[in-house]
């Protein structure tokens, strides 16, 4: 009697353990999934066009573009379904963005380690430097009041790239990362508290994703997707990423800031480069790769 009180213990307490680590283990959801419609390009150009950036209303958008053999800065209106070039000059000019959610906009210029932030005003076409910091930055990004703005920053030493922020009223700069590996990208949280980055590591997945509050604390890791390209809904509750783990070309994927409730979006057979999601929430614009070529691609699906 004893032995078989055991033996249903031992049974209790295995199926007890399995049943936790069912609840613990991420589901992924994929009965809503996505096929990008190609014929929704609003670039159809025969360069790459790449980082695209949504104003705060929501009716135009920033990319970038090498269509002229080098890299400039095109902005697109989506009421008039137009685009306008807005730089020319020989050095490439990357990675644009609004500044402070005004009618200024932003972007690095230069080499692939000797970069530096400007900003543009497009109705005269006059760029000054951002700030006036000797360090190689590109990516950067801004608080809603503008008084602090994160970028990635080369380290000559170690040559690496790392997370930094500034306060333009301190004119206070802090390393916020010291990886051994590069920072691949980030992207600010709505309400600015909370930042998630991506980053090399070894073994695979080789690119993970991270958040850290504002001032360098970190916090939970993404640790099982090989992921690409990530951004925050406007929303806060909710990250959305490209990952190359269950399809070669990459797939989007969402998934509650907690890594719980993960979803796939999209399942096709288009390589999504980047992305970024409207203000609304509803929309999203990807640099999707089409005939050897990335465009940009409007995604507007019910499930977003």
Same mark, same amino acid.
């Given at each position: 009697?004893?032995?078989?009180?055991?033996? &249903?213990?031992? #049974?209790?307490?295995?199926? *007890?353990?399995?049943?936790?680590?069912?609840?613990?283990?991420?589901? *992924?959801?994929?009965?809503?999934?996505?096929?990008?419609?190609?014929?929704?390009?609003?670039?159809?150009?025969?360069?790459?066009? &790449?980082?695209?950036?949504? =104003?705060?209303? @929501?009716?135009?958008?920033?990319?970038?573009?090498?269509?002229?053999?080098?890299?400039?800065?095109?902005?697109?209106?989506?009421?008039?379904?137009?685009?306008?070039?807005?730089?020319?000059?020989?050095?490439? !000019?990357?990675?644009?963005?609004?500044?402070?959610?005004?009618?200024?906009?932003?972007?690095?210029?230069?080499?692939?380690? !000797?970069?530096?932030?400007?900003?543009?005003?497009?109705?005269? @076409?006059?760029?000054?430097?951002?700030?006036?910091?000797?360090?190689?930055?590109?990516?950067?990004?801004?608080?809603?009041?503008?008084?602090?703005?994160?970028?990635? @920053?080369?380290?000559?030493?170690?040559?690496?790239?790392?997370?930094?922020?500034?306060?333009?009223?301190?004119?206070?700069?802090?390393? &916020?990362?010291?990886?051994?590996?590069? *920072? %691949?990208?980030?992207?600010? =949280?709505?309400?600015?508290?909370?930042? %998630?980055?991506?980053?090399?590591?070894?073994?695979?997945?080789?690119?993970?994703?991270?958040?850290?509050?504002?001032? $360098?604390?970190?916090?939970?890791?993404?640790?099982?997707?090989?992921?690409?390209?990530?951004?925050?809904?406007? $929303?806060? %509750?909710?990250?959305?990423?490209?990952? /190359?783990?269950?399809? %070669?070309? $990459?797939?989007?994927?969402?998934?509650?800031? /907690?890594?719980?409730?993960?979803?796939?979006?999209? /399942?096709?057979?288009?390589?999504?480069?980047?992305?970024?999601?409207?203000?609304?929430? #509803?929309?999203?614009?990807?640099?999707?790769?089409?005939? @050897?070529?990335? !465009? *940009?691609?409007?995604?507007?699906?019910?499930?977003?």
């Amino acid at each position: 009697m004893h032995d078989k009180s055991l033996f &249903l213990c031992n #049974r209790m307490n295995v199926l *007890i353990g399995f049943v936790i680590i069912m609840l613990c283990t991420p589901t *992924i959801s994929s009965a809503q999934t996505y096929t990008i419609d190609t014929s929704n390009n609003i670039s159809r150009s025969r360069g790459d066009d &790449l980082s695209p950036a949504w =104003s705060a209303d @929501g009716k135009k958008l920033l990319y970038q573009s090498n269509r002229n053999g080098n890299w400039d800065i095109f902005i697109y209106d989506t009421l008039l379904d137009s685009t306008v070039q807005l730089t020319y000059d020989t050095i490439d !000019e990357q990675n644009p963005g609004w500044y402070s959610e005004s009618d200024f906009i932003y972007f690095d210029a230069g080499t692939s380690e !000797e970069c530096y932030l400007y900003k543009l005003n497009p109705d005269t @076409g006059v760029s000054v430097p951002l700030f006036n910091r000797k360090i190689s930055c590109r990516n950067a990004s801004f608080t809603s009041a503008g008084r602090m703005m994160y970028f990635l @920053g080369y380290n000559k030493r170690t040559e690496k790239w790392n997370l930094y922020s500034y306060h333009f009223i301190y004119d206070n700069l802090n390393q &916020l990362t010291k990886n051994g590996q590069d *920072i %691949l990208f980030f992207d600010l =949280s709505p309400d600015a508290k909370k930042v %998630l980055y991506g980053y090399e590591t070894y073994p695979y997945p080789y690119k993970r994703l991270r958040i850290m509050n504002w001032y $360098g604390e970190k916090g939970e890791v993404l640790d099982t997707y090989n992921i690409t390209a990530a951004s925050w809904h406007p $929303g806060g %509750l909710k990250i959305y990423f490209v990952s /190359d783990k269950d399809k %070669l070309n $990459g797939e989007m994927y969402s998934t509650w800031k /907690d890594k719980t409730h993960l979803h796939q979006l999209t /399942d096709d057979n288009w390589k999504i480069r980047d992305f970024a999601i409207a203000p609304d929430g #509803r929309t999203i614009a990807g640099s999707v790769l089409l005939d @050897g070529n990335y !465009e *940009i691609i409007i995604i507007s699906p019910e499930l977003f």
